[in-house]
């Protein structure tokens, strides 16, 4: 097969006729590499790889002396430092450890103290018109062996260390010793038995040359709550045996007690217990007062029925020739 230009030509020679070629002449361009182009005047250089350098296998390269000096000195300076943290850790590891066995020692004799007191409080209980001094000295006995041997154990575990840092581990005990002593010291001479008080008994059992253990204002205004409702039940029980006058001064005296915690409360930073106990002391004071209103007003009707060791009066039901 032809190309164009040559079929045009033939046929131009065909027909006899001369003429200029019509298809314009075609010119070859030199096609334009994206290499260099090379310089025929000058031969082609090859790159050659660089020769290896001489192989050091069979001897050490020198170094200097003083950058290994610096380097063993760094080393040496590095482990005296790492050996000086894990003396002053282990240090801080022996200190905790040595205070969370304390914790638990005294989470167990807390717990012990707290049994023990809210045996004092039932012994108190137990009192009547007729055993009141006799059950009173039982009391008074339980008390000072609690506080012998319990708060005794606690003094010789907290003296001479920072004790207000385990106090969560000791106050539910040290709350009921105060609920229990201030209790008794109510039913023996109706008043309240005060902190100086308190922690002047316990001067005895410490050593005099460190710091003794110091019931503070929190567990006490705490256990001074709780004996609302100690005094609630013994109020109820003081009806119950025809002593309304003296349930009407235990009214009186937690009234008291209540009325005045209301104004200390809101001074207290730590504060959210204690909101939760005042809550229950004006349940108690409630109670009370019910109590000794129903006896006031309706004393007439049953009152004789209790606490009563002649032949009860039943005047009051409209049937006086009752038969017995």
């Given at each position: 097969?032809?190309?164009?230009?040559?079929?045009?030509?033939?046929?131009?020679?065909?027909?006899?006729?001369?003429?200029?070629?019509?298809?314009?002449?075609?010119?070859?361009?030199?096609?334009?590499?994206?290499?260099?182009?090379?310089?025929?005047?000058?031969?082609?250089?090859?790159?050659?790889?660089?020769?290896?350098?001489?192989?050091?296998?069979?001897?050490?390269?020198?170094?200097?002396?003083?950058?290994?000096?610096?380097?063993?000195?760094?080393?040496?300076?590095?482990?005296?430092?790492?050996?000086?943290?894990?003396?002053?850790?282990?240090?801080?590891?022996?200190?905790?450890?040595?205070?969370?066995?304390?914790?638990?020692?005294?989470?167990?004799?807390?717990?012990?103290?707290?049994?023990?007191?809210?045996?004092?409080?039932?012994?108190?209980?137990?009192?009547?018109?007729?055993?009141?001094?006799?059950?009173?000295?039982?009391?008074?006995?339980?008390?000072?062996?609690?506080?012998?041997?319990?708060?005794?154990?606690?003094?010789?575990?907290?003296?001479?260390?920072?004790?207000?840092?385990?106090?969560?581990?000791?106050?539910?005990?040290?709350?009921?010793?105060?609920?229990?002593?201030?209790?008794?010291?109510?039913?023996?001479?109706?008043?309240?038995?005060?902190?100086?008080?308190?922690?002047?008994?316990?001067?005895?059992?410490?050593?005099?040359?460190?710091?003794?253990?110091?019931?503070?204002?929190?567990?006490?205004?705490?256990?001074?709550?709780?004996?609302?409702?100690?005094?609630?039940?013994?109020?109820?029980?003081?009806?119950?045996?025809?002593?309304?006058?003296?349930?009407?001064?235990?009214?009186?005296?937690?009234?008291?007690?209540?009325?005045?915690?209301?104004l200390v409360v809101p001074l207290m930073d730590d504060n959210s217990e204690m909101k939760k106990k005042m809550e229950t002391m004006l349940q108690s004071v409630v109670k009370i007062e019910n109590a000794c209103f129903s006896v006031h007003v309706r004393g007439?009707?049953?009152?004789?029925?209790?606490?009563?060791?002649?032949?009860?009066?039943?005047?009051?039901?409209?049937?006086?020739?009752?038969?017995?």
């Open positions: 097969m032809l190309p164009l230009r040559g079929c045009h030509r033939r046929l131009l020679s065909l027909r006899g006729v001369t003429a200029p070629s019509l298809l314009p002449p075609i010119t070859t361009t030199p096609t334009t590499s994206m290499a260099a182009p090379q310089s025929h005047s000058h031969p082609a250089k090859t790159l050659r790889a660089s020769p290896p350098p001489p192989s050091t296998a069979g001897s050490a390269p020198k170094r200097s002396r003083t950058m290994a000096t610096d380097a063993a000195a760094t080393a040496h300076s590095a482990s005296a430092g790492c050996s000086a943290m894990k003396a002053e850790f282990a240090k801080h590891a022996e200190y905790l450890n040595t205070l969370n066995d304390k914790r638990e020692r005294l989470v167990k004799a807390s717990r012990d103290l707290t049994m023990n007191s809210k045996k004092s409080i039932f012994q108190v209980h137990r009192i009547s018109k007729n055993n009141k001094e006799e059950v009173l000295s039982k009391a008074e006995n339980d008390l000072t062996v609690v506080v012998n041997q319990y708060i005794g154990k606690l003094v010789k575990e907290l003296q001479g260390t920072d004790f207000w840092k385990l106090r969560r581990a000791y106050t539910f005990g040290v709350q009921e010793y105060v609920e229990a002593a201030t209790f008794c010291r109510f039913c023996k001479t109706g008043t309240l038995l005060s902190l100086a008080e308190i922690n002047d008994s316990l001067l005895e059992l410490g050593d005099k040359s460190v710091e003794p253990l110091q019931i503070n204002v929190l567990d006490y205004v705490l256990g001074v709550a709780d004996l609302s409702g100690e005094l609630m039940r013994l109020a109820i029980g003081r009806i119950s045996d025809g002593e309304v006058e003296y349930a009407k001064n235990i009214c009186a005296f937690v009234r008291d007690i209540y009325r005045e915690l209301t007439s009707e049953y009152i004789p029925l209790l606490g009563s060791s002649a032949d009860p009066d039943y005047s009051f039901f409209g049937a006086s020739d009752f038969d017995q």
